[in-house]
Nanobody, 121 residues
């Protein structure tokens, strides 16, 4: 079992930055790839970024150059640094853990409750 708790969301203006955090716990957490997905109102859930505990990472093209995923292996923390935020980044952001290094949400077994990010224009 893996438990995931996100934090760090909020209301910001376009061009601002936010850092999301995901606290991961459980005896097998280091066996999983860790990802961020997001879901905007009326839209399907969308891949944002994924990272392994050894440091391999992948970002969606829509956030490349603006968002950076990172991890602190000692603290079992995953972060998403979001810069140059745009109104279209508004969504609920979810942390997920899965057995595959993947951009497909079906490959992720564990999910957090989500944290709201709202970007005003």
């Amino acid at each position: 079992q893996v438990q995931l708790i996100e934090s760090g969301g909020g209301l910001v203006q376009a061009g601002d930055s936010l850092r999301l955090s995901c606290a991961a716990s459980g005896p097998t957490v280091k066996n999983y790839a860790m990802a961020w997905f997001r879901q905007a109102p009326g839209k399907e859930r969308e891949f944002v970024s994924v990272i392994t505990w050894s440091g391999g990472k992948l970002h969606a093209e829509s956030v490349l150059g603006r968002f950076t995923i990172s991890r602190d292996s000692a603290k079992n923390m995953i972060y998403l640094q979001m810069n140059s935020l745009r109104p279209e980044d508004t969504a609920v952001y979810y942390c997920a853990a899965g057995g595959k290094f993947s951009s497909r949400d079906n490959d992720y077994e564990y999910w957090g409750q989500g944290t709201q990010v709202t970007v005003s224009s």
